[in-house]
């Protein structure tokens, strides 16, 4: 899953690094982190604290306000010592275009809204005693504000704010050990929201950029 995650960024870098100085198209990819807590307040009471996500972002800004970003993020939660005996973990990517302002040299806002894959696993104790395990995937919808700062040459700061809503429905489970049917199929709300550090560095056509 990894690969699977990291290998469209890759490709896309590649195939617009040609374009980007000729079209007026810029390209700039960096590090992602975040805490990220589920809106759902079964699983916020149950996790007692958010989770962290972390992995890679990569914006394509065309001439004028919009931009375009995809990101790819691996999200962890283990268990608690003071209270949760779970895990959780997921892959996520994200595709939004986005609109951004340039408020004062150097300095930018933006929002922008789309789609959202996740892909993941769970385990620990429900209400009635019983070790759950369950894994799948759902895909559905985010938007995202925030602000970013042209910090040093190449190198920006970001800080940003994304609330996620997404559904997954499943009738098998692995309960105390054992392959179960669920009936009626349980559904879980994977709603979350998250603040989010990023460090872009321009890669191509910016003001700056490395190559």
């Known amino acids: 899953m990894k690969i699977v995650a990291v290998f ?14 000729s079209d007026g198209i810029s390209i700039s990819a960096g590090p992602i982190i975040s805490n990220l807590a589920p809106i759902d307040s079964v699983y916020e009471n ?10 890679l972002a990569v914006d394509i800004d065309a001439p004028g306000i919009l931009d375009f970003r995809i990101t790819g993020e691996y999200f962890w939660k283990n268990s608690s010592p003071i209270g ?3 895990e959780l973990s997921a892959y996520m990517i994200s595709i939004m275009p986005l609109v951004k302002y340039e408020v004062f040299n150097k300095l930018s806002v933006f929002a922008g809204a789309g789609g959202v894959f ?4 769970y385990s620990g104790t429900d209400d009635f005693g019983e070790y759950v395990e369950v894994e799948g995937s759902s895909a559905g919808f985010t938007f995202s504000i925030g602000t ?4 040093l040459g190449p190198l920006s700061g970001r800080l940003e704010y994304r609330r ?6 499943t009738d ?15 559904e879980v709300d994977l709603g979350s929201s998250q603040f989010c550090i990023t460090f872009p560095v321009s890669l191509f056509g910016g003001s700056g950029s490395i190559f």
């Open 84 to 86: 949760w005996d779970g």
């Open 118 to 121: 996740l892909s993941g696993k």
């Open 164 to 169: 996620s809503f997404a559904d997954f429905k």
């Open 148 to 151: 970013e700062v042209i910090l």
């Open 8 to 21: 469209p960024f890759i490709l896309l870098v590649l195939s617009f690094s040609q374009a980007s100085g």
């Open 46 to 55: 149950r996790f007692l604290t958010p989770g962290t996500s972390a992995g």
């Open 172 to 186: 098998n489970a692995i309960i105390d050990g054992e392959e179960s049917s669920i009936y009626p199929a349980a």
